[in-house]
């Protein structure tokens, strides 16, 4: 592109034959070929650097949105991993409590099965002492009397393991009727006392750290 403008420029200078013969002795001094030659280089350079630096900014802005995708790409990941994350954070943390419940109710109600079969025991050890006339507890009848005294500090006894253990017995007579804890076996009319009231008690019931193990027998009233 540098010599086509060159040889161009002579041709012009060449064509005007006074100029070209007179060109260094002329008193207006006219341009010589070797001015033109590095006019034309230089605008070429300059034409050269332009492109140049045009191809190269094309280059640049290709690069960065090259790198604009691959950050948005990179964002999306990220925040796809971090959901991920957090989900299980929270599925981690819903079962560590889960298990901890679990372990809790192992620990409280692991003797469960153990204590329902002494409620039977404690049931026969009711109707003993209760069974005994109280007034044949004497000293004229001291086999009677001894056995009546053990009969009650073995109930009492086995009373203190239970509440050791969290289980209490619910003897709900007079107390307003609770299906969660007790069995209504009948109904009878009472005006003396609020519907829906305990006013007999056929067999008592237990409960375990607040979980019902056998529900209390009882008769309720009714208006």
Do not use: W
Not at 30 to 48: G, L, M, P, Q, Y
Not at 91 to 107: F, H, M, P, S, Y
Not at 134 to 162: C, I, R, W
Not at 168 to 179: A, D, R, S, Y
Request: glycine content about 4%; proline content about 4%; aromatic content about 6%.
């Amino acid at each position: 592109m540098g010599s086509r403008g060159v040889s161009t420029a002579i041709k012009i200078l060449r064509s005007f034959p006074a100029i070209s013969q007179n060109v260094n002795s002329s008193p207006f001094r006219f341009i010589s070929v070797s001015t033109c030659r590095r006019n034309f280089a230089s605008e070429d350079a300059k034409d050269d650097q332009a492109l140049e630096m045009s191809e190269t900014e094309k280059k640049l802005n290709s690069m960065v949105e090259e790198l604009t995708k691959e950050v948005t790409v990179h964002k999306e990941k990220n925040t796809e991993l971090l959901d991920k994350y957090k989900r299980a954070l929270a599925d981690g943390e819903n079962l560590r409590v889960r298990l901890t419940k679990q372990i809790e109710d192992a620990k409280q109600f692991g003797i469960q099965s153990f204590c329902k079969d002494l409620l039977d025991v404690a049931d026969i050890l009711s109707t003993a002492t209760s069974t005994v006339p109280k007034d044949e507890v004497t000293d004229k009848n001291p086999h009677l009397k001894n056995l009546y005294e053990g009969l009650t500090m073995t109930k009492a006894s086995l009373d203190q393991v239970f509440k050791r253990h969290g289980l209490e017995c619910v003897n709900p007579l007079n107390e307003k009727f609770n299906p969660n804890l007790h069995e209504a076996l009948f109904q009878i009319e009472n005006k003396s006392v609020e519907p829906n009231t305990v006013i007999e008690v056929s067999k008592i019931g237990y409960k375990l750290k607040e979980r019902c193990l056998r529900p209390a027998l009882v008769g309720v009233s009714k208006s």
